[in-house]
C-alpha cells in the first residue's frame, strides 16, 4: 500500500510540475509577443468610443514581479487619470472627431464621475462632437451622459432622475434576538459607523449629517446638469419629483434627452453625421488610453518630476497593494519620492474612506518627514474621511472635488460578543490569569466595566491626538476642529467654508499647486506605488480563470453582491485597534 501512494504521489508531483511550466510558458509567450510589438495605431476619421463597463480606480497601478524578469514592468492605462489623459489627448488629436458614450452601469463615485465629466466638457469646448446612448440611464449615468450634444434612449427604455436617497441597515433588537452582538465604543455623535450596532432607528445627528451632504451633492450635479440641458434647478427638482424620465417617451416630452432609438439607428446617425460615404473608425478608450501614454513622454524635456503618490482603499496595518491603503507601500513611496532628486514636489492623492488609527499615523509621519524637503500636495477622490482626512491633514494645500466626501473626524472600535448565544447553547468560557489585567477580553463573556473603560481611555487619547493632528496641520485650535468633527462628514463644497480644504480642484489644480511651490514650468509625472507580486498572483491574474482561487468559487457560488457583503464582514474581523473610518459605505441611490 505505501509503495502505491507513493508511486501516486510522485505522479501527482509531476503533473503539478508539468502545469505550471506549461503557465509559466503561456505567461512568457503572452508578454513576449505583447510587450514592444503592441503599438496602438490611430486611423484617420476616428470616433473615440467611451464604454465605462468595468470598476473605475483613481490608479491602475505598477507592478514589479521580482525575480520574473521576463515579465516587463509596463504601466496599465485603465485608472480614472488614464482615462482622462486620453480624453484630453484627444482634444487635439485631428484624426479623432468625436466621442461615443455607451455606458448604462458606471462604476466610478461621484468625484471621479465629476473629474470625468469636466475632461468630456473641455473636449466638447475644441468643437468636437459628444453623442450618447443607453437602453437605461441611472442618475450617474446621466450626470456624465448629459454634456452630449444629442442623447440618445432606447424606445423602451428609461432615465432613472428622482434625487438622491442613502439606506442604513440597523440591528440592535437581531442582537438581542440571535444572542450576537457588537460592544461599541466611539467618540463623536456623528460617527455613525457604528450606530447600527446600537440602535433600531435612525439617530436626528445622523439623519441631519446625511440630508445635508446629500443635498450639496444633488445641487452641484443637478445645477451641472441644467447648464447642459438649458434647464433651471427648480425646473430639474420638478422633474425629479414628478419622475419625468421614468419612461423613454416621458424623458423625451421633457427635453432630458433628444431623441428615441435602437443601438443601430444610434450608429447610424454617427455614420450620417461624418458623411454616408466615409469609412468611419473606431478605438476604444482603453485603447486609445495605451496609444496617448505611450506617446505623452516625448513632450516633457525637464528632467524634474512631480511624484505623485496614489492612496486608495481602506486603510490597514499592513503593506497594503492595489486593493488597500498599507503604511508598508504608501511610506516606502514617500522615501523613494523624497530621495529621488529629481522629484522636486509630491502630490498625495486621495481615495480613502479611512481606517487604522495606527497605519494613518505611521503614514502621518511620513508625510511630515516629506514635508521638510519637498512640497507636498494632497488631492482628494471620492472620499478622503476619517483616517483618509488624517493622513491629508498636514498636507502644504488640500485639493477636493465639491462632491467629495471628507471631514468624518473621530475614532471608533468594535468588539464582538456572543455571550448572550453561549449561554443558549450551554457553553461556559474559564478564565485564568496570573495578574489583575492578564486575562483579555473574551467575546463568551460580558464585557466588564474595567474593559470598557481601558477601551474608552484609548478611544479619547486617539481623538485627542486626531483633532491636534488637523488642528496643527489646518493652523486651528484644538477647540474648533472639535466642533467641526465629533464624526461629522462633509463635502467639498462644505469643507472648503470650515477651513479642512484649500480649493476645489482635481488633479490637475493640484499638480499645477505642486509645480508653482517647486517653482518649475516643465516636468514629468512619477507614478507612485510600484506594487510588488509574486507568482501566485501573476498565475491567477493570466490564467483566466482557468484556475480558480477560492473567492473567485465563492464569487460563483454566493453571486456578487453576497460576496461583497461576506468581504465587508470580513473586513470587520481585520479591524484591530481603534479606526478612523467614515461613518458608512456612501452608496448614493
Not at 114 to 135: C, E, H, T
Request: glycine share 8%; hydrophobic share 40%; aromatic share 10%.
Amino acid at each position: 500500500m505505501k509503495f502505491f501512494k507513493r508511486v501516486l504521489s510522485t505522479v501527482v508531483g509531476i503533473g503539478v510540475f508539468f502545469v505550471l511550466c506549461f503557465f509559466l510558458l503561456f505567461i512568457f509567450i503572452i508578454f513576449s509577443s505583447g510587450s514592444d510589438k503592441d503599438i496602438v495605431t490611430v486611423k484617420s476619421n476616428s470616433v473615440l468610443e467611451l464604454n465605462l463597463d468595468a470598476p473605475i480606480e483613481d490608479y491602475a497601478g505598477q507592478f514589479d514581479y521580482g525575480d520574473l524578469t521576463f515579465l516587463p514592468n509596463e504601466p496599465r492605462y485603465d485608472g480614472l487619470f488614464n482615462i482622462i489623459d486620453a480624453i484630453d489627448h484627444a482634444t487635439s488629436d485631428d484624426k479623432i472627431k468625436g466621442i461615443s458614450i455607451k455606458n448604462n452601469s458606471l462604476q466610478a463615485g461621484m468625484a471621479q464621475t465629476k473629474a470625468l465629466r469636466d475632461a468630456l466638457l473641455a473636449f466638447k469646448d475644441s468643437g468636437k462632437f459628444i453623442v450618447s446612448y443607453g437602453d437605461f440611464y441611472s442618475q450617474k449615468d446621466y450626470y456624465l451622459n448629459s454634456v452630449a450634444d444629442t442623447i440618445y434612449l432606447n424606445p423602451v427604455g428609461g432615465l432613472d432622475f428622482k434625487g438622491l436617497a442613502m439606506e442604513r441597515m440597523y440591528y440592535k433588537d437581531f442582537q438581542e434576538k440571535y444572542g450576537i452582538k457588537m460592544e461599541v465604543i466611539r467618540h463623536g455623535k456623528y460617527k455613525s459607523a457604528v450606530e447600527g450596532y446600537l440602535n433600531q432607528e435612525m439617530s436626528e445627528a445622523n439623519r441631519e449629517q446625511i440630508s445635508v451632504f446629500l443635498q450639496s451633492i444633488w445641487d452641484e450635479m443637478r445645477d451641472e446638469i441644467g447648464v447642459s440641458r438649458n434647464m433651471s434647478s427648480d425646473h430639474l427638482n420638478t422633474l425629479a419629483d414628478e419622475l419625468s424620465g421614468r419612461t423613454a417617451k416621458r424623458a423625451l416630452d421633457a427635453k432630458l434627452i433628444d431623441k428615441l432609438g435602437y443601438e443601430d439607428e444610434y450608429e447610424a446617425g454617427i455614420q450620417y453625421a461624418m458623411g454616408e460615404n466615409s469609412d468611419v473608425n473606431r478605438i476604444n478608450i482603453y485603447e486609445y488610453a495605451k496609444y496617448a501614454g505611450q506617446k505623452k513622454p516625448i513632450v516633457k524635456k525637464s528632467d524634474e518630476k512631480i511624484a505623485v503618490i496614489y492612496a486608495q482603499g481602506q486603510i490597514m496595518y499592513a503593506e497594503g497593494d492595489e486593493t488597500f491603503i498599507g503604511q508598508g507601500v504608501i511610506n516606502k513611496s514617500l522615501k523613494e519620492a523624497r530621495e529621488d532628486e529629481n522629484v522636486k514636489a509630491i502630490v498625495l492623492r486621495v481615495n480613502s474612506p479611512g481606517g487604522s488609527a495606527l497605519a494613518s499615523e505611521l503614514i502621518w509621519r511620513e508625510i511630515e518627514l516629506t514635508k521638510k524637503v519637498k512640497p507636498v500636495i494632497v488631492s482628494m477622490g471620492n472620499l478622503a474621511a476619517s483616517g483618509g482626512y488624517y493622513i491629508a491633514c498636514n498636507a502644504d494645500k488640500i485639493y477636493a472635488e465639491p462632491n467629495t466626501i471628507t471631514g468624518s473626524i473621530g475614532v471608533f472600535g468594535t468588539v464582538p460578543n456572543m455571550h448572550k448565544l453561549a449561554e443558549e447553547l450551554g457553553i461556559n468560557a474559564e478564565q485564568v490569569g496570573t495578574n489583575k489585567n492578564a486575562v483579555d477580553y473574551s467575546v463568551f463573556e460580558p464585557m466588564t466595566d474595567e474593559q470598557r473603560a481601558l477601551i474608552k481611555e484609548g478611544i479619547e487619547d486617539i481623538y485627542d491626538l486626531f483633532t491636534q493632528r488637523v488642528a496643527d496641520g489646518r493652523g486651528m485650535t484644538q477647540a474648533a476642529v472639535d466642533s467641526i468633527g465629533q464624526g461629522r462628514v462633509w463635502t467639498g463644497n462644505d469643507a472648503i467654508k470650515i477651513g479642512l480644504v484649500d480649493e476645489i480642484g482635481g488633479l490637475d489644480m493640484a499638480l499645477q499647486a505642486a509645480a508653482d511651490a517647486a517653482d518649475m514650468s516643465d516636468y514629468k509625472i512619477k507614478e507612485l506605488p510600484v506594487y510588488e507580486k509574486d507568482f501566485e498572483s501573476i498565475l491567477n491574474q493570466f490564467t483566466g480563470g482557468f484556475i480558480q482561487t477560492k473567492e473567485d468559487i465563492m464569487k460563483e457560488e454566493l453571486g456578487e453582491k453576497n460576496y461583497q457583503l461576506l468581504q465587508k464582514m470580513k473586513q470587520v474581523t481585520k479591524m484591530e485597534g481603534p479606526q478612523l473610518l467614515l461613518p458608512y459605505e456612501i452608496e448614493i441611490k
